[in-house]
């Protein structure tokens, strides 16, 4: 890891909220009053479980709920202190602002080659390039993630590659953009763990050589602990946590960071399913009262059930809980 220069955040996202349209302003949140910053060639990494809205609110950086109209979208962006429209939004992306999606193949076209995908990304970032620079480029990037057979690649359809093919095609393609912040769902998924460590080192050079920043969505927080400047934890639509790793490893706050640790997967790259914590994230239509985590929690009270936590501390160092890990707390003064 090395230290990302700190100043004014390239990226803040303040309270972003994504409802459901079909009930206004009222009805379920999939994400809600999530705030927090990403600097310049920092990468942060967004954990949590299957659920827990993280691929929501990176569309939503890149102003892709926005553009649903089953969704309603509020709170603020800004990039590089300016504030953030849907104009806005849509000419940074695919230049500044580049994205990996979760599912490869739904965001490559089968009805093109990969050559002429990768050709489209390069032409959006540095206009017309002449045709020899053009397949230089196309094979460098491809190199980078691993892939040494481009000339094949470059002449394939998607449907000709495997998944993991795909995935890496992907970040070649948002690679192409040289964005200044990478937003990347669950890169490493599909692919073995060998691969997995070359994108994760790949993604940790270009930071350190380009000084690109990088939202890493991710449900394993061993991924976070590899590569994270600081980490953002998310449970049923909202910010649990934010912390530098060290403190989100060795002392969290909240219980739900703690229970995440447990379930690291092993060094074998076997996926283990989350045995510490009971239950499942709660379905944003039927969210419990009080905090959304208290069904789940072995340290939940009364005021767990009724009151809603709100988020303390400052960005960098900030939890949700009524009974922080780690913090003392004041006496209760009965009557
Ligand atoms: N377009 C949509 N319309 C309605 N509900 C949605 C929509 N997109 C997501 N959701 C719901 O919002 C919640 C958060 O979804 P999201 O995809 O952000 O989770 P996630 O954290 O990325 O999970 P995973 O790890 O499985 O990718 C889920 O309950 C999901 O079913
Ligand atoms: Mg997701």
Redesign the pocket.
């Known amino acids: 890891m090395t230290a990302p220069v700190r100043g004014e955040p390239l990226l803040s996202a303040e309270r972003l909220t994504v409802r459901?349209a079909r009930h206004a302003h009222s009805g379920p949140a999939?994400?809600e009053d999530v705030s927090f910053e990403i600097g310049r060639g920092e990468i942060v990494c967004l954990v949590?479980?299957?659920?827990?809205?993280?691929?929501?609110?990176a569309r939503t950086l890149m102003g892709l709920t926005a553009q649903?109209r089953?969704?309603a979208v509020s709170g603020g962006l800004r990039f590089a202190g300016e504030v953030l429209d849907a104009a806005g939004l849509a000419r940074l992306r695919g230049r500044e602002l580049a994205m990996v999606f979760?599912e490869p193949m739904s965001s490559l076209d089968p009805l093109f080659t990969i050559g002429s995908q990768l050709t489209e990304s390069l032409r959006r970032r540095h206009g017309g390039l002449r045709p020899a620079e053009r397949r230089e480029r196309m094979l460098r990037l491809l190199a980078d993630v691993g892939i040494h057979d481009g000339e094949r690649v470059l002449r394939s359809h998607p449907h000709e590659l495997s998944g993991g093919m795909c995935q890496r095609v992907m970040i070649a393609s948002a690679l192409a953009a040289e964005p200044e912040l990478l937003i990347a769902?669950?890169p490493t998924t599909a692919l073995d763990v060998t691969v997995q460590a070359q994108i994760l080192e790949l993604i940790d050079r270009l930071r350190t050589e380009r000084g690109m920043a990088v939202l890493l969505?991710t449900?394993d927080m061993g991924v976070a602990a590899e590569i994270a400047d600081r980490v953002v934890i998310?449970y049923s639509?909202r910010v649990v946590e934010d912390a530098a790793p060290r403190d989100a490893f060795f002392d969290a706050r909240h219980p739900y960071t703690r229970g995440l640790l447990e379930c690291i997967p092993p060094l074998t790259g076997e996926r283990g399913r989350l045995t510490t914590i009971p239950g499942m994230v709660p379905?944003?239509a039927s969210r419990p009262s009080g905090c959304s985590f208290h069904p789940r929690c072995a340290l939940a009270t009364d005021r767990c059930r009724t009151d809603d936590p709100a988020p303390v501390g400052e960005p960098g160092r900030r939890y949700a809980c009524w009974h922080p890990l780690g913090v003392r707390e004041p006496m209760e003064v009965n009557g």
């Open positions: 459901l999939l994400v949590g479980e299957s659920g827990s809205g993280k691929s929501v609110t649903d089953s969704l979760q769902d669950e969505v449900h998310m639509g379905d944003p």
